[in-house]
């Protein structure tokens, strides 16, 4: 299931195919442990799945 800020985690989705397609990947630093991020959703969700307290939601 998305979280509430589906539109976001569409946009982040888009663009990261589109990236992908470039030869580009997204990443982003977790808000929480700071370790850099690349799976689109967590990405999108600007946290790794630890720090969303789920297990690979
Ligand atoms: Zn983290």
Redesign the pocket.
């Known amino acids: 299931m998305l979280a509430a800020n589906d539109d976001v985690t569409r946009q982040v989705l888009e663009l990261e195919a589109n990236a992908r397609q470039l030869g580009f990947r997204l990443a982003v630093q977790?808000l929480?442990?700071k370790?850099w991020l690349t799976a689109p959703r967590s990405v999108a969700a600007h946290?790794?799945p630890?720090?969303r307290g789920g297990h690979d939601v």
Request: overall charge positive; aromatic content about 0%; hydrophobic content about 10%.
């Open positions: 977790c929480t442990c370790r946290r790794g630890v720090c």
